[in-house]
C-alpha cells in the first residue's frame, strides 16, 4: 500500500519554463512533506519541506504547495535550469515517526536546453 | 564537515550469503535511518537508530538486522541473501532530536545478490 503516491514517472520541459511535480498521498497522520532531489550515483539530498499547517513555502526557485483536504502537494521550479534534470521524491513524516519518512517512487525530471 | 559515508560502495553476493553494510553519519549527529531503494519502490524505510537504540522499524524481514555503535556509527545486516535483496541501501543521518528534521544521505551501497 503506496501511502505517498508520485503518478508521473517522468516529465521534460523546456528550459527557462515551470516545472511541476505531482505528488499524492493517502495516510491523515503526516503532518509534514519533504521534497528530495537525487542524481545518479548520489544519495538524495534535501530540497525543500512543508509542515501541514503551510498551505505554501518558499525557497527561491522552488515553491511547494500543499492541499490537506485534497490531500495532493506539488513541487514548482521556475524558472527549470538544465541543472535541475535529476529524479524528484516527494516525502512524508508525522511527529511520532521520529526520523521515519516515507517516500514516492520519484518523478525523472529532464529539462532540456 | 564531512558528509554521510558510507562502504562498501558496491557490493556482489551469492543467493544465501549474509552481507554487513556500515555507515558513518555526520559528526555529531545521532540518527542514522536506513532505506532500500528499488526500481519501482522508491525508498523504502528499514529502520531508525538513535543513541544505539531502535527507534524505528519498517515492514521488512528479521533477516534484516541493524545495530549502532557509541559513535553513531552504523551497521545493517542482511542474512540469508535473496536475489530480491539486490538494491541500493542509502544511510540517512540527522541530530534526531526534534523530529522533522532534514535528513542527510550518503551516495550508498550498491547490492547485488546473483
Known amino acids: 500500500d503506496q501511502q505517498v503516491k508520485q503518478n508521473s514517472p517522468s516529465l521534460s520541459v523546456q528550459e527557462g519554463r515551470i516545472s511541476i511535480l505531482n505528488c499524492d498521498y493517502t495516510?491523515?497522520?503526516?503532518?509534514?512533506f519533504l521534497w528530495y532531489k537525487k542524481y545518479p550515483a548520489e544519495g538524495p539530498t534535501f530540497l525543500i519541506s512543508i509542515s501541514s499547517i503551510k498551505d505554501k513555502n518558499e525557497d527561491g526557485r522552488f515553491t511547494v504547495f500543499l492541499n490537506k483536504s485534497a490531500k495532493h502537494l506539488s513541487l514548482h521550479i521556475v524558472p527549470s535550469q538544465p541543472g535541475d534534470s535529476a529524479v524528484y521524491f516527494c516525502a512524508a513524516g508525522y511527529v511520532g515517526g521520529y526520523q521515519k519518512v516515507t517516500f514516492g517512487i520519484g518523478t525523472k525530471l529532464q529539462v532540456i536546453p | 564537515k564531512a558528509g554521510v559515508t558510507q562502504t562498501p560502495r558496491y557490493l556482489i553476493k551469492t543467493r544465501g550469503q549474509q552481507v554487513t553494510l556500515s555507515c558513518s553519519p555526520i559528526?555529531?549527529?545521532?540518527?542514522v535511518s536506513w532505506y532500500q531503494q528499488t526500481p519501482g519502490q522508491g525508498l523504502q524505510f528499514l529502520f531508525e537508530?538513535?543513541?544505539?537504540?531502535?527507534?524505528n522499524k519498517g515492514n521488512f524481514p528479521g533477516r534484516f538486522s541493524g545495530r549502532q555503535f557509541s559513535n553513531s556509527r552504523s551497521e545493517m545486516n542482511v542474512s540469508t541473501l535473496e536475489l530480491g535483496d539486490s538494491a541500493l541501501y542509502l544511510c540517512?543521518?540527522?541530530?534526531?532530536?526534534?523530529?522533522?528534521?532534514?535528513?542527510?544521505f550518503g551516495p550508498g551501497t550498491r547490492l547485488l545478490v546473483l
Open positions: 540517512a543521518s540527522s541530530s534526531g532530536l526534534a523530529g522533522r528534521e532534514t535528513q542527510y
Open positions: 559528526s555529531g549527529h545521532r540518527s
Open positions: 537508530y538513535f543513541s544505539e537504540t531502535q527507534r
Open positions: 495516510n491523515s497522520m503526516f503532518d509534514y
